[in-house]
């Protein structure tokens, strides 16, 4: 087990690699159980002041980080490799961009 402290952005990233995972049901059911400490909260999106603006495809979510805190999550090995190395190999295949920012932190802190 690792205890990881996360920002909004860096749990919402890594929700979307998990939301990825395909493999065998073993991991399957780690990551599932895993996956329930990451989702935001109506309050935790409140205090990190959420905006949603826009319609359909051109909706924009926009939310402070700072202002939404950290959040101790306790992730298991596995769960951790996965999302380890879906970033690494992003950062191999050049496809990380300045967007991309969250990552490199998220990587940094579950190393």
């Known amino acids: 087990m690792k205890k990881v402290k ?4 860096e749990r919402l990233y890594a929700v979307r690699i ?3 995972f395909k493999g065998s049901l073993d991991k399957l ?3 599932l159980e ?4 990451f ?3 109506d309050k935790e999106w409140e205090t990190a002041e959420r905006v949603i603006s826009g319609e359909g495809e051109t909706t924009t979510w926009k939310w402070n980080d700072e202002k939404g805190g950290l959040k101790e999550i306790e992730i298991q090995s596995e769960t951790a490799r996965y999302i380890v190395d879906d970033i690494e190999k992003k ?7 300045l967007e991309d920012r969250t ?3 998220l990587l940094k802190k579950i190393r």
Request: charged residues 20%.
């Open 18 to 20: 998990l939301n990825q």
């Open 91 to 97: 950062d191999k295949a050049g496809e990380l961009t």
């Open 39 to 41: 989702p935001m909260t």
């Open 29 to 31: 059911s780690v990551i």
């Open 6 to 9: 996360l920002n909004v952005s």
């Open 103 to 105: 990552a490199i932190d």
């Open 34 to 37: 895993d996956i329930k400490q």
